[in-house]
């Protein structure tokens, strides 16, 4: 059976690369009909963090990628230490007693006189009765391979083809350091040997381990898997993709309110395509025409535009209320509804109504806030210097008086504790309402819009009339227009 593999260090969050070396890990296990593992690859105990594997599990979840199996490589490091034992009995690995010191100084020498940095295999040939010396004397060791030098290494990456190393440019390396813990490229061949992995797929800044794991996989007498190596993810200015592009963990982009579905869609465009101009899909069901074969060996160019585009696209897809639902935790994160406030029957209708109206607008969930921030408090909190220009015009007077009039005989009840709920539609025809009656004194256009805006906001602009007095409400309208009626008489406008 197909076995995959996605093998992420808890050292940082889950980055769009390493996601993306998820998602196709995942749909190339999906479409093989195989399994897919999740290995935490927690060895540099320095740098490893629980709280970022608990991180990248919980952004893979929500993106939606299953695993079949899981495997943390801290709990499997008797067994790398079971597989160095075979290699040092067979002579193919050896023990290295050399200091720190001596091969932090070794490299510094080799850079000064232009060489590239390699062990210099001084303690390749120690004889038994050294190696017993030394330990005896305590002294601390590594464990390294045996590079065969005089040979060629080469490999047949499903996306890049052919690619050859000279092994002579790969030092005796070490595979259990020592502290104990095994070397990275250690641990991945003994993992992905004795977890029968078929397939390796991930970045191609593996390139080159994936020469030294190919020694390994030999002298372990593993079989060799198919390697895939990815390409880059570039930002849009064709730099490597860093910070300074902005959000770039899975975690962030939740945060700024990206939908999983969009951000799984948008991943997978990221060199490759399910073909013809199709661009807009749901990741399960493009597994079928999933190939290892055809992912691009160009680099990738993450657009964070084309993501937003998409994502608004996901977001239009929504019920307003399944719409509601989602902005929710946005509202309660940027208090501008409390928590308490899930249980208020008249906040959740103007957030339904919100949802409606704003919808369109949206290009991630975090923009629901900046619409909604007005909306929520019974009262207008300021006046901006141009709606009180409005305020100052007679005929503005008439409008506002008018159109409290036509909003209270509209007003059935206030004793069902929701207010009623008016759509879009309805608040459209209490406006016609007031247009008519003030037909006769040919007040219309902007003379009649915008006192009835400012008398509802306080403001000039804002999101279209109609949706304005649905979402706030009969009610609250009512309130809102006698504050600003009392606003006038007492600054004498
Ligand atoms: N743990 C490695 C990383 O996060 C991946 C190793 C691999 O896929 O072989 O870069």
């Known amino acids: 059976m197909p076995r995959l593999r996605f093998a992420p260090s808890p050292t940082g969050g889950l980055h769009i690369g390493t996601a ?11 479409s093989l009909k195989g399994h897919l593992i999740l290995r935490i690859e927690d060895t540099d105990a ?14 893979l979840e929500w993106l939606g990628l299953e695993w079949d199996e899981f495997y943390r490589q801290s709990d499997r490091i008797k067994i790398y230490g079971e597989f160095a034992r075979k290699l040092l009995d067979q002579n193919k690995a050896y023990r290295c007693f050399c200091t720190p010191e001596r091969l932090e100084k070794l490299k ?23 190696i017993e010396k030394n330990l005896k004397e305590g002294k601390k060791f590594a464990i390294r391979f045996r590079v065969n030098t005089d040979r060629e290494i080469t ?11 000279s092994a002579d440019t790969i030092g005796d390396f070490i595979i259990i350091k020592s502290d104990g813990m095994p070397s990275y490229n250690f641990a991945v061949v003994v993992d992905d040997g004795d977890m029968k992995i078929t ?24 079989r060799q898997p198919f390697f895939a190596h990815l390409s880059m993810i570039l930002g849009r200015d064709g730099s490597k993709l860093s910070k300074r592009h902005g959000a770039t963990t899975i975690s962030e982009f939740r945060e700024e309110g990206y939908l999983a579905e969009a951000m799984t869609n948008y991943l997978s465009l990221l060199s490759w395509s399910p073909g013809g101009d199709e661009e807009i899909f749901n990741i399960r069901d493009v597994i079928d025409k999933f190939r290892i074969q055809d992912i691009s060996r160009s680099p990738a160019i993450f657009d964070v535009d084309k993501l937003k585009w998409i994502n608004g696209i996901y977001i239009r897809k929504k019920s ?13 994160r940027d208090k501008i509804i409390s928590r308490e406030d899930k249980e208020n029957p008249e906040v959740m209708r103007k957030i339904l109504r919100g949802a409606k109206a704003f919808r369109d607008n949206l290009k991630v969930l975090g923009d629901f806030s900046f ?8 009262v207008i909190t300021d006046y901006s210097a141009e709606s009180i220009e409005v305020l100052r015009l007679d005929t503005s007077k008439v409008v506002i008086d008018c159109f409290l009039k036509v909003l209270e005989s509209r007003y059935k009840s206030f004793d069902n504790g929701i207010d009623i709920d008016l759509n879009e539609e309805q608040s459209r025809e209490l406006i016609n309402l007031v247009a008519e009656n003030l037909k006769g004194q040919k007040i219309k256009g902007r003379l009649l819009y915008m006192p009835i805006r400012v008398s509802l906001t306080g403001k000039t602009h804002g999101p279209e009339l109609p949706d304005v007095i649905s979402i706030i409400g009969l ?19």
């Open 475 to 493: 009610k609250n309208s009512i309130q809102r227009v006698k504050q600003t009626l009392e606003y006038i008489k007492s600054n004498n406008l």
């Open 371 to 378: 619409y909604m921030k007005d909306f929520f408090s019974d």
């Open 155 to 165: 490999f047949n990456d499903l996306i890049r083809g052919r690619i050859t190393f």
């Open 199 to 222: 397939h390796v797929l991930r970045g191609e800044d593996h390139i080159t381990n994936t020469a030294r794991q190919i020694l390994l996989f030999e002298s372990l007498g593993f």
């Open 46 to 59: 320095k740098r490893s963090k629980s709280f970022y594997e608990k991180s990248i599990i919980r952004d």
């Open 320 to 332: 307003p209320e399944e719409l509601a639902d989602l902005c929710i935790p946005y509202l309660i």
């Open 108 to 130: 510094e020498d080799q850079y000064a006189a232009g060489k590239m940095s390699k062990y210099d295999n001084r303690c390749r040939e120690l004889s038994p009765s050294e």
């Open 20 to 30: 993306r070396t998820a998602l196709f890990n995942w749909l190339a296990a999906k």
